[in-house]
T-cell receptor
Framework: NAGVTQTPKFQVLKTGQSMTLQCAQD?????MYWYRQDPGMGLRLIYY???????DKGEVPNGYNVSRLNKREFSLRLESAAPSQTSVYFC???????????????FGPGTRLTVL | SQQGEEDPQALSIQEGENATMNCSYK?????LQWYRQNSGRGLVHLIL?????REKHSGRLRVTLDTSKKSSSLLITASRAADTASYFC??????????FGPGTSLSVIP
């Protein structure tokens, strides 16, 4: 099991460029998440997907779009990158245990993005 | 404003001492989780406590949850230098949304 994988690991963009961050999990988890972490700060939720075919906004969705391509993959797109989007981006997934019962999240290694 | 807030923001202790971190939150939750992050690396899950539980133990970790006060605490006993890291609480709010607090930076001095 590879767990949660993210590509790329590093990326440098110029202001106004677009790119897609890829995330995949091989644990058959229902839920997937995208967070950003700025230096010295906690994680802020950008978007999440409770199941294949559904996506919901988190705390800081502006400037981002997501696609839950299938159960395994959840991508994050920056349509027109801005310096304020310089951050480390983490993807996570977790299984659903039934009802309102969930377990812990499993995190990918992160993508370090710099926007010049 | 964030759902979860940790206190203190930074904590420095000697090896062997106990470390206590607190987390307060604003809305009702399903679960509360604690994670550790070493120096900008990935997050490691430590412990999950459900809203109907009051206390949970895992090795040197003890977590309490008081839903009436909307607060939780993480106690690390007999700390080691390897415990140096940032610690985050994450609240699990309906439906399937997980919100992190800003974290406590723990330094354990050998």
């Amino acid at each position: 099991n590879a767990g949660v994988t993210q590509t790329p690991k590093f990326q440098v963009l110029k202001t106004g460029q677009s790119m897609t961050l890829q995330c995949a999990q091989d644990m058959n988890h229902n839920s997937m998440y995208w967070y950003r972490q700025d230096p010295g700060m906690g994680l802020r939720l950008i978007y999440y997907s409770a199941s294949e075919g559904t996506t919901d906004k988190g705390e800081v969705p502006n400037g981002y779009n997501v696609s839950r391509l299938n159960k395994r993959e959840f991508s994050l797109r920056l349509e027109s990158a801005a310096p304020s989007q310089t951050s480390v981006y983490f993807c996570a997934s977790r299984p659903w245990r039934g009802g309102s019962s969930y377990n812990e999240q499993f995190f990918g290694p992160g993508t370090r993005l710099t926007v010049l | 404003s964030q759902q979860g807030e940790e206190d203190p923001q930074a904590l420095s202790i000697q090896e062997g001492e106990n470390a206590t971190m607190n987390c307060s939150y604003k809305t009702s939750i399903n679960n509360l989780q604690w994670y550790r992050q070493n120096s900008g690396r990935g997050l490691v899950h430590l412990i999950l406590i459900r809203s109907n539980e009051r206390e949970k133990h895992s090795g040197r970790l003890r977590v309490t949850l008081d839903t009436s006060k909307k607060s939780s605490s993480l106690l690390i006993t007999a700390s080691r230098a390897a415990d140096t890291a940032s610690y985050f609480c994450a609240t699990d709010v309906p439906y399937d949304k997980v919100i992190f607090g800003p974290g406590t930076s723990l330094s354990v001095i050998p």
